[in-house]
Nanobody, 123 residues
Framework: VQLQASGGGLVQAGGSLRLSCAAS????????MGWFRQAPGKEREFVCC????????YYADSVKGRFTISRDNAKNTVYLQMNSLKPEDTAVYYC?????????????????WGQGTQVTVSS
C-alpha cells in the first residue's frame, strides 16, 4: 500500500490539528495502521495505532487523552486528531501500515510508510 500523510502545520500550544493518511494501490482494511513521529536528533517513536477493522486502538502514554486515531476504510484513509498540543509534540509525523494482525508499537514491524508531515507547536 502507498501512503501519503498531510495536515501538518504550525499551531500554538493548546491548539489542535488533524492529520490524514490517504492510501492507494491497496486497501488499508487489511492493515494495522499506525502513526509515528520523529523529532530532530531523536529516534522515531510510536504515537498510536488502530486495529485492522477499527476494533482496537493503542496510544503512547505521552499522547493518551489528547490524540485520537481513527480510520475510514471506505475512504481508505486514517486520521490523527491531535488536541491540546504541546511544544514537545513538535516532530515529523509518519503514518505506517502493518499487514500483521495485532497491536504493534515497533517501527520495524511496519512495512509501508508515508512521507511524513511536519507538525510544529509553538509555546
Amino acid at each position: 500500500v502507498q501512503l501519503q500523510a498531510s495536515g501538518g502545520g504550525l499551531v500554538q500550544a493548546g491548539g489542535s490539528l488533524r492529520l490524514s493518511c490517504a492510501a492507494s494501490r491497496n486497501t488499508i482494511s487489511n492493515y494495522v495502521m499506525g502513526w509515528f513521529r520523529q523529532a530532530p536528533g531523536k529516534e522515531r517513536e510510536f504515537v498510536c495505532c488502530i486495529a485492522r477493522y477499527g476494533g482496537g486502538t493503542y496510544y503512547a502514554d505521552s499522547v493518551k487523552g489528547r490524540f485520537t486515531i481513527s480510520r475510514d476504510n471506505a475512504k481508505n484513509t486514517v486520521y490523527l486528531q491531535m488536541n491540546s498540543l504541546k511544544p514537545e509534540d513538535t516532530a515529523v509525523y509518519y503514518c505506517a501500515g502493518d499487514r500483521t494482525p495485532g497491536i504493534n508499537t515497533s517501527p520495524q514491524g511496519y512495512d509501508s510508510w508515508g512521507q511524513g508531515t511536519q507538525v510544529t507547536v509553538s509555546s
